[in-house]
Each structure stands twice: as structure tokens, then as C-alpha cells.
């Protein structure tokens, strides 16, 4: 596609449920991040891949999150045992290669945790 | 650790006025500082990237410079338009990570 997709766009969940977010970026892209944004506050950084490996994971914030991206393209978020912390917009973003600088970012996907 | 700051959080202002954001960031150490904006309820759209070698960069009616000694960035918007109406964000990238420290925001209102 053109741009970064997400999907789902929103997802409503219970406490305690395991959800999966997903991150199809920019084709020919090698980097790819995952940030969070709460309300009224910038992006964090969670996790960042260069190719299939997470190069930077040093943003999760527990052993819950856990992100993959097993053929270097698509990316997937895994949240184990949501709480009602988590509820957030989950954005991933993508750039050409390492190190070169503009990122393009989704539309992000908006999790609330009941 | 890297702190990011922006000033105003919020700016309203009339059509046509010529207006100045700031970011300023705490550690000097950086690799590039962009410039974002973000509509509601989307993603963010890179304006403008500054590398760390650079004074300013121009696009449009969009100048950001940046001081990276006094650890300031101004986004400078010309002649404003209420399609500029969006939350600006500045974000920094450290020597040697990859990952971007974003400011909180700065939300404009640009009124007809």
C-alpha cells in the first residue's frame, strides 16, 4: 500500500485478554517502530525492528508486550493479560533503513481495556 | 534521560498571523530533531527533519531551526491558515539509538 496501515483501527477489550495489533508498513521499508501516545501526551517508544529482529526493545514497558515481525514486512503487537493501563493509541511507523531519519507513521490503533 | 519540552501546550491565533513554537530538549547529544504534526484522531506526519550538522530546514511556509548547543528548536509557521489547525509535535533522535523523544505538543487553533 501507499502508507503505513493498522488494523484494527479500534479495539475494546476486557481485563485480562490477550489482543493482537498489526502493523503492514511501507513496502521496501526495513525499519519499523512501535510507539504508544495516552491522551495528551507525545508518542513513547516501545520497540524498534530492523529487518526481522526487534534491534531495540528497551521501550516495553513488562514482559507482557511482545512484538514480532517473523518475515521482515508485517509486524505484530501482542499484549498477554491487558489492564486497564494499557489503553492507549498503539502507532507503528516505518522508514526506509536504519538511520534515515523521516518515519512515516499509521493512523494507529486505539485500544481501551473495560 | 532525554526530556523534551514544548511550549506553548496550546496557541490560538487569527488567519494570516505569522507564529513561532518552541521545543527545547535537555540533552544536547542528539542525531536529528523533527518536527511533526498530528490531526485528531490520526497518525503523525513528518513536516520537517533537522540533522544534528544543520541550522534550519524550509518547507513552504514552514521553517524550523534548531540550536543544538542550548538545546532550543523553534517551528516558525508564516502567514497561518486555519487548515494548519493540529497538534504540533517535536521529537529528537539520540546518537546511536534509533528511537524518537517526543514533546507532549503544541496544539494550535488557527481561527477564520
Known amino acids: 500500500g501507499a502508507g503505513v496501515s493498522q488494523t484494527p483501527s479500534n479495539k475494546v477489550t476486557e481485563k485480562g485478554k490477550y489482543v493482537e495489533l498489526r502493523c503492514d508498513p511501507i513496502?521496501?521499508?526495513?525499519?519499523l517502530y512501535w510507539y504508544r501516545q495516552s491522551l495528551g501526551q507525545g508518542p513513547e517508544f516501545l520497540i524498534y525492528?530492523?529487518?526481522?529482529?526487534?534491534?531495540?526493545d528497551s521501550g516495553l514497558p513488562n514482559d507482557r508486550f511482545f512484538a514480532v515481525r517473523p518475515e521482515g514486512s508485517v509486524s505484530t503487537l501482542k499484549i498477554q493479560r491487558t489492564e486497564r493501563g494499557d489503553s492507549a493509541v498503539y502507532l507503528c511507523?516505518?522508514?526506509?533503513?536504519?538511520?534515515?531519519?523521516?518515519?512515516?507513521f499509521g493512523e494507529g490503533s486505539r485500544l481501551t481495556v473495560l | 534521560k532525554q526530556e523534551v519540552t514544548q511550549i506553548p501546550a496550546a496557541l490560538s491565533v487569527p488567519e494570516g498571523e505569522n507564529l513561532v513554537l518552541n521545543c527545547s530538549f535537555t540533552?544536547?547529544?542528539?542525531?536529528?530533531l523533527q518536527w511533526f504534526r498530528q490531526d485528531p484522531g490520526k497518525g503523525l506526519t513528518s513536516l520537517l527533519l533537522?540533522?544534528?550538522?544543520?541550522r534550519e530546514q524550509t518547507s513552504g511556509r514552514l521553517n524550523a531551526s534548531l540550536d543544538k548547543s542550548s538545546g532550543r528548536s523553534t517551528l516558525y509557521i508564516a502567514a497561518s491558515q486555519p487548515g494548519d489547525s493540529a497538534t504540533y509535535l517535536c521529537?529528537?533522535?539520540?546518537?546511536?539509538?534509533?528511537?524518537?523523544?517526543f514533546g507532549k505538543g503544541t496544539k494550535l487553533t488557527v481561527n477564520p
Open positions: 511507523a516505518s522508514s526506509l533503513e536504519r538511520g534515515a531519519g523521516e518515519l512515516f
Open positions: 513496502s521496501g521499508h526495513t525499519a
Open positions: 540533552d544536547s547529544a542528539i542525531y536529528n
Open positions: 525492528f530492523q529487518g526481522t529482529g526487534a534491534a531495540d
Open positions: 533537522i540533522q544534528s550538522s544543520q
Open positions: 521529537a529528537v533522535t539520540q546518537g546511536g539509538s534509533e528511537k524518537l523523544v
